[in-house]
């Protein structure tokens, strides 16, 4: 798919837990949240998305946990600790 239906078809990123709520800590992780269309597969997630974070020079500590119910990347992103876990809506 070329990039302007990748931008029309939609997806967010949402924050959640102790830093949406406003009651985190310096050195705590920023629990992620990345809603997809449906179209993008947990497949996706784990083979392309991965690659596409190691690509960035910010991301370090890049550590896939698939064998969860909930995909999840671990990785820390410009020094910042974030859990991004993955969800496929309609």
């Known amino acids: 798919m070329d990039a302007e239906m990748a931008s029309a078809a939609g997806g967010k ?16 992780d920023i629990d992620t949240l990345c809603c997809a269309p449906r ?24 550590c896939p946990v698939f064998t969860s119910k909930v995909p999840l990347i671990k990785m820390k992103f410009d020094g910042v600790p974030i859990d991004l876990l993955f969800v496929s809506l309609p």
């Open 13 to 28: 990123i949402f924050t959640f837990g102790s830093y949406r709520l406003g009651v985190h800590n310096s050195g705590a």
């Open 39 to 62: 179209f993008v597969t947990r497949d996706n997630f784990q083979n392309e998305f991965v690659k596409v974070i190691n690509g960035y020079s910010e991301a370090t500590e890049v």
